[in-house]
């Protein structure tokens, strides 16, 4: 049963993108709004990021404003920059 499971997964590209990148997917709160679409977001564990805006973000014209809730994906690499992915509503 879990290797049909994992076959499925192993079929969605965005699956296996993360997998492909190791990319660690982290909800935060937006608290400033810095300049060319960068914010400032705290982490669910309290640790302060920057985040910028992705690409299907900017395209869609998302509006992303202080207080808002968002899901951050962050690079195993550089803990300190990441990319918002999702705004929660």
Do not use: A, C, W
């Not at 290797?3 to 982290?26: A, C, G, H």
């Not at 669910?44 to 869609?60: A, C, D, P, T, Y």
């Amino acid at each position: 049963m879990e290797n049909m499971e994992t076959t499925d997964d192993s079929k969605n590209p965005r699956v296996q993108r993360r997998k492909q990148k190791k990319l660690v997917d982290i909800e935060g709160i937006i608290t400033h709004n810095l300049s060319n679409g960068k914010f400032r977001v705290r982490l669910e564990n309290g640790v302060q990021v920057i985040g910028h805006l992705s690409g299907k973000i900017r395209q869609n014209r998302i509006k992303i404003v202080v207080g808002d809730r968002v899901t951050v994906e962050l690079s195993p690499y550089d803990l300190t920059k990441g990319r918002i992915t999702y705004r929660h509503r």
